[in-house]
């Protein structure tokens, strides 16, 4: 009995297209997708979530070694808001992470998976690598600030100079 596979080849095909769309996308906006099995403590990431997080090619990742990657001072910051998110069903956050001695920010959000139990059993959540947009932000803050200064300096020095001598 001979079986037609075109359609099945066909949908295969669409489906490797829309996986490469969605990881082109994501490499573009700097942002990845991820799920964790919260029982294993498995985490698997989409191909730039993986980047993000300094994965070498085939590591597998767990969310202890995603923890140890958060930066030392968000560290429990993060872990409380995942602590939180498990009664609350979600999280936003934004944190540090150091990958190869650099420090990058990122914007996080999980939503949490609950079983018929009505208890926890995975995550789904997007991070997002914010590092260019704090760069910025730090950079105009620094360069209002220097012209800041610098009118107040002009300020003082108008006022010292007497118009009248």
Not at 114 to 122: A, F, L, M, N, R
């Amino acid at each position: 009995m001979a079986r037609d596979l075109t359609p099945l080849l066909e949908a295969q095909k669409r489906l490797e297209r829309s996986e490469a769309d969605l990881n082109r996308a994501q490499a573009i906006s700097h942002s990845g997708s991820w799920a964790m099995d919260l029982a294993t403590g498995v985490f698997t990431g989409s191909p730039e979530a993986s980047r993000i997080f300094g994965a070498k090619p085939g590591e597998a990742l767990s969310w202890n070694i995603v923890l140890d990657r958060i930066h030392p001072d968000d560290r429990d910051r993060v872990a409380a808001a995942r602590q939180a998110a498990q009664s609350v069903g979600r999280y936003d956050i934004e944190h540090r992470i150091v990958v190869d001695g650099r420090v990058k920010w990122l914007h996080s959000q999980a939503e949490f998976v609950t079983g018929p139990d009505g208890k926890p059993v995975s995550a789904v959540g997007v991070i997002r690598d914010i590092t260019e947009s704090k760069l910025n932000e730090a950079a105009r803050r620094d360069a209002q600030e220097l012209t800041q200064a610098i009118i107040s300096d002009a300020a003082d020095a108008i006022d010292l100079v007497d118009v009248d001598t």
